[in-house]
């Protein structure tokens, strides 16, 4: 079992920025898909963004030309740079990759 661990939430105002890493165990991090979802307080957990092991990069709609997935084999590690960051984009964010979960990093934005 892999184990992800996230780091990089906050508290940042409508407009601001946060990049979100996502580090992984294991040998194999460059052959795998990897992805970011988020919950928010409520609602279900949502799929963000996704990579794939060559690169290609989805998004979910309310996130494009705001957040970009990348990834750095190197490092075993998974980013999410997010900009001009929105209310609803408050919520825990966290790593995935098959059916292993990171625990979550809090991400706040006020208005």
């Known amino acids: 079992q892999v184990q992800l661990v996230e780091s990089g939430g906050g508290l940042v105002q409508a407009g601001g920025s946060l990049r979100l890493s996502c580090t992984a165990s294991?040998?194999?991090?460059?052959?795998?898909?990897m992805n970011w979802f988020r919950q928010a307080p409520g609602k279900e957990r949502e799929f963000v963004a996704q990579?794939?092991?060559?690169?290609?990069?989805y998004y979910v709609d309310s996130v494009k030309g705001r957040f970009t997935i990348s990834r750095d084999n190197a490092k075993n590690t998974v980013y999410l740079s997010m900009n001009s960051l929105k209310p609803e984009d408050t919520a825990v964010y966290y790593c995935?990759?098959?059916?292993?979960w990171g625990q979550g990093t809090q991400v706040t934005v006020s208005s």
């Open positions: 995935n990759r098959g059916t292993d």
């Open positions: 294991g040998r194999t991090f460059s052959t795998y898909v």
């Open positions: 990579i794939s092991s060559s690169g290609s990069t």
